[in-house]
C-alpha cells in the first residue's frame, strides 16, 4: 500500500498558522504556508497591545516568524492562495496561485488558518462610516494608531457591537473579542489624552477571558472612561464635529454626545473561499458561516473538521490572539497523529 504523503500544507501565516507550522516543523516532517498577503502575521502584525496585558502584538509576531523562519523544513509562499483542494489517493491536492500562475502539489495533511474578515461598517449608514471622516472601525484604529494618538481629541466615542448580535443585519451572533479590545483602545486613548472624554457605548458587558472582568472595570474606574448602555440611533455632523445621538437605556433618557473621533467595534465575519475550501475536502460550516468541528463523538481533536482536515484560528468562530495560538497547536497535534496513524512516523 502507498504510503502517505507526509508534507502538510497550511493555508494562511496568521498567528495560528505560523503556530501550527511551528509544532509540525519541530517533528521534521515538510510544511508549506500558503499566505495571500505580502508578508506573515495577518491581524496580529498591527496591533501594538493585545488585552489584557498588553503584551506586543507586532512583537509577538516578529518572534513567531523568526521561528518559521529557523526551520529548514518550512516552506512560505508569500501573495500565494488555494485557489483549489481536493481528495485525491488519500491525501490532497491542492491548486496553488501567485500572480495569477498556479501549480499543483500533493499533501499527507491541511491546516486550515484563514482568519476573518470584519463586517461593512458602511451598512450602518446612519453612523456614517465611510462618509465622515472622524469615523472608522476598530482595526482602522489599530492600523494608525500611533497617527490617532498623536492627534488631538478632546471627545472620543467607541461603538461596540456594529453588526453584531443584529438579526435586522443578518448578524446574530456575538463577535466575543470586541467588548476587551474596545476597552483596551479606551485605556490607550485615554492615557494618550488624560484630559480627553472617552465614552464606551454597549449592549452587553462579555469580558469573559481571565482577567477581563478586572481590565474593563480598571478602565471605567481608573481611566475614567464612561460606559452608557444603548444603541447609537445616529451620527451627523453639527458645529464643526460630529454628533452622537442614542439613548442613555439605564436611565431612560436620551443623549447626544458631540465627539470628534468614533471609533466602530465591527464584528469578526467569516472569509467565503477559505470556506469554499472546506467544503470541498468534505468539511462543513455552521449557519453563521465559520468553520464545524466533527461532533465529539467522531473525532477526539477539536480542530478536526474531516479526515485530514484540520482548523486553527477565528475561521472556526472569534477568538482571542492566546486562542488562536492554543488552537494553532492543537490543530498541530491533530495532524502529527493522523500522519503517525495512516502512513509513516
Known amino acids: 500500500m502507498e504510503m502517505l504523503n507526509q508534507e502538510v500544507l497550511i493555508?494562511?501565516?496568521?498567528?495560528?498558522?505560523?503556530?501550527?507550522?511551528?509544532?509540525?516543523?519541530?517533528?521534521?516532517?515538510?510544511?508549506?504556508?500558503?499566505?495571500?498577503?505580502?508578508?506573515?502575521?495577518?491581524?496580529?502584525?498591527?496591533?501594538?497591545?493585545?488585552f489584557p496585558d498588553l503584551s506586543n502584538g507586532t512583537a509577538l509576531v516578529a518572534q513567531k516568524v523568526a521561528k518559521v523562519e529557523a526551520f529548514p523544513n518550512i516552506t512560505v509562499q508569500l501573495e500565494t492562495e488555494v485557489s483549489d483542494l481536493e481528495r485525491v489517493n488519500g491525501g490532497f491536492k491542492a491548486s496553488?496561485?501567485?500572480?495569477?500562475?498556479?501549480?499543483?502539489?500533493?499533501?499527507?495533511?491541511?491546516v486550515i488558518a484563514g482568519g476573518y474578515g470584519n463586517f461593512d461598517g458602511t451598512k450602518y449608514g446612519e453612523y456614517g462610516y465611510g462618509r465622515y471622516p472622524g469615523v472608522i472601525t476598530g482595526i482602522e484604529f489599530e492600523q494608525n494608531m500611533g497617527e490617532i494618538l498623536k492627534r488631538p481629541v478632546k471627545t472620543a466615542v467607541f461603538i461596540k457591537c456594529v453588526g453584531a448580535r443584529?438579526?435586522?443585519?443578518?448578524?446574530?451572533?456575538?463577535?466575543?473579542?470586541?467588548?476587551?479590545?474596545?476597552?483596551?483602545?479606551a485605556k490607550e486613548l485615554k492615557n494618550a489624552h488624560p484630559d480627553a472624554s472617552v465614552y464606551v457605548t454597549y449592549m452587553d458587558i462579555r469580558a469573559n477571558f481571565k482577567n477581563g472582568e478586572e481590565f474593563?472595570?480598571?478602565?471605567m474606574e481608573e481611566e475614567r472612561v464612561r460606559y452608557i448602555r444603548g444603541r447609537v440611533g445616529k451620527i451627523f455632523p453639527a458645529n464643526g464635529c460630529l454628533t452622537v445621538r442614542m439613548e442613555d437605556t439605564l436611565k431612560g433618557v436620551p443623549q447626544e454626545i458631540?465627539?470628534?473621533l468614533i471609533v466602530l467595534a465591527t464584528a469578526m465575519v467569516?472569509?467565503?473561499?477559505?470556506?469554499?475550501?472546506?467544503?470541498?475536502?468534505?468539511?462543513?460550516?455552521?449557519?453563521?458561516?465559520f468553520i464545524t468541528?466533527?461532533?465529539l463523538a467522531e473525532s477526539t481533536n477539536p480542530m478536526e473538521v474531516a479526515k485530514g482536515v484540520?482548523?486553527?484560528?477565528?475561521?472556526?468562530f472569534p477568538c482571542d490572539v492566546r486562542e488562536s495560538l492554543n488552537q494553532g497547536s492543537a490543530a498541530a497535534a491533530g495532524v502529527l497523529s493522523y500522519l503517525q496513524v495512516n502512513g509513516r512516523p
Request: charged content about 20%; proline content about 3%.
Open 11 to 50: 493555508i494562511g501565516g496568521g498567528i495560528a498558522g505560523m503556530q501550527a507550522a511551528i509544532d509540525i516543523g519541530a517533528s521534521g516532517r515538510k510544511v508549506v504556508i500558503a499566505e495571500k498577503e505580502k508578508t506573515l502575521g495577518g491581524h496580529v502584525k498591527d496591533y501594538t497591545c493585545l
Open 96 to 110: 496553488l496561485t501567485k500572480n495569477s500562475a498556479s501549480e499543483t502539489q500533493n499533501f499527507g495533511a491541511v
Open 166 to 185: 443584529d438579526r435586522s443585519k443578518g448578524m446574530p451572533y456575538c463577535s466575543k473579542v470586541c467588548c476587551m479590545y474596545t476597552a483596551k483602545q
Open 216 to 219: 474593563v472595570r480598571g478602565v
Open 258 to 260: 458631540e465627539a470628534d
Open 270 to 289: 467569516p472569509v467565503n473561499s477559505t470556506n469554499n475550501l472546506v467544503m470541498k475536502v468534505g468539511g462543513k460550516v455552521d449557519d453563521n458561516g
Open 293 to 295: 468541528s466533527l461532533p
Open 310 to 316: 484540520y482548523y486553527a484560528g477565528a475561521c472556526g
